[in-house]
């Protein structure tokens, strides 16, 4: 299906009463890369958690759509199902489900009863999208992420977006932990998903994803909302000179969440 649109409007959220995001602003069409950046706990992760349905993230006011469907009235399994991906700041373990396994039934939750992946040509494609990351075969057969390291969890995140086909991605510092070559390999996964059936959020603190991954617009969030937004020039003024010259711009003393 081409031409999605992720769509959040005045989106308000909160964790155990504490309001976190403030009012976020957000469209996401498939065929575009945005990078989100901001300080430490102004909000990104919740975003993410939020779009996903994260029960503990309790949106009080505001409303995210996919292609006009109100995402907020569905279920954390229906949002993927819509063609939602997240890929977490921190993936969980989960002991007793090997990767395969979970990849299979993630795809097949995707399609229709009765139209599963044939086995074989899920192992094909499951061959060549980790020969792809250069990933160690092993790994298909390990119980999801446990005992995985940082960057083979970030690695298998990639394997997992390359594999279900989603719409819209949302990856939540997929770059933290990577070494170089690492980086690389993650960016190349991404860029490979460029194309006008493909729309993704990138929640990123530097500029070094972002010079492997053209973003088409940069975003800014402060104080649980977006603050700023600019092309990739942005995200390359902010590499130079970090965030100082927004708050100054924009008249914000502390930019948590707590301001
Ligand atoms: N489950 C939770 N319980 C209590 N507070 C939370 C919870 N989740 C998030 N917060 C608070 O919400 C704020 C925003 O957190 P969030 O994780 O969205 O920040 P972030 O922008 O992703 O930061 P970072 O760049 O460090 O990952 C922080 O002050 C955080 O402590
Ligand atoms: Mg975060």
């Given at each position: 299906?081409?031409?999605?649109?992720?769509?959040?409007?005045?989106l308000h959220?909160?964790?155990?009463?504490k309001?976190?995001?403030?009012?976020v602003?957000?469209?996401?069409?498939?065929?575009?890369f945005?990078?989100?950046?901001?300080?430490?706990?102004?909000?990104?992760?919740?975003?993410?958690?939020?779009i996903?349905g994260?029960?503990?993230y309790e949106?009080?006011?505001?409303s995210i759509?996919?292609?006009?469907?109100?995402?907020l009235?569905?279920e954390?399994?229906?949002?993927?199902?819509?063609?939602?991906f997240?890929?977490?700041?921190?993936p969980?373990?989960?002991s007793?489900?090997?990767?395969?396994?979970?990849?299979?039934?993630?795809i097949n939750a995707?399609r229709?009863?009765?139209?599963?992946i044939?086995l074989m040509?899920?192992?094909?494609?499951m061959?060549e999208?980790?020969?792809?990351?250069e990933?160690d075969k092993n790994?298909?057969?390990?119980?999801?992420?446990?005992?995985f390291s940082?960057?083979?969890?970030k690695?298998n995140?990639i394997?997992?977006l390359?594999?279900?086909?989603?719409?819209?991605?949302?990856l939540d510092e997929?770059?933290?932990g990577?070494?170089?070559d690492?980086?690389?390999?993650?960016?190349?996964?991404?860029?490979k998903?460029?194309?006008e059936?493909f729309g993704?959020?990138?929640?990123?603190?530097?500029q070094?994803?972002l010079?492997?991954?053209?973003p088409?617009?940069?975003?800014?969030?402060?104080q649980?909302r977006?603050?700023?937004?600019?092309?990739s020039?942005l995200?390359?003024?902010l590499?130079a000179?970090?965030?100082d010259?927004i708050?100054?711009e924009?008249n914000?003393?502390?930019?948590?969440?707590?301001?």
């Amino acid at each position: 299906m081409a031409g999605s649109v992720l769509e959040i409007k005045d989106l308000h959220v909160s964790i155990e009463d504490k309001e976190i995001l403030k009012g976020v602003n957000l469209t996401i069409k498939s065929g575009e890369f945005h990078a989100v950046m901001g300080p430490n706990g102004t909000g990104k992760s919740t975003l993410a958690s939020a779009i996903m349905g994260h029960p503990k993230y309790e949106v009080t006011s505001g409303s995210i759509t996919l292609d006009g469907e109100d995402v907020l009235e569905m279920e954390v399994d229906e949002r993927a199902r819509a063609g939602l991906f997240l890929a977490m700041q921190y993936p969980s373990e989960i002991s007793g489900v090997t990767n395969s396994d979970f990849l299979r039934s993630s795809i097949n939750a995707r399609r229709a009863e009765g139209d599963e992946i044939p086995l074989m040509k899920f192992i094909k494609e499951m061959d060549e999208a980790m020969d792809f990351l250069e990933m160690d075969k092993n790994m298909a057969q390990r119980y999801l992420n446990e005992g995985f390291s940082g960057g083979e969890k970030k690695r298998n995140e990639i394997l997992q977006l390359l594999m279900m086909k989603a719409e819209i991605g949302i990856l939540d510092e997929i770059d933290s932990g990577l070494d170089i070559d690492a980086l690389k390999v993650v960016a190349k996964g991404i860029n490979k998903l460029r194309d006008e059936n493909f729309g993704c959020l990138i929640i990123t603190h530097y500029q070094r994803l972002l010079n492997y991954i053209e973003p088409d617009f940069v975003h800014v969030m402060m104080q649980g909302r977006v603050v700023k937004s600019g092309g990739s020039e942005l995200s390359k003024r902010l590499e130079a000179e970090g965030y100082d010259w927004i708050k100054q711009e924009l008249n914000i003393q502390d930019e948590t969440i707590n301001a």
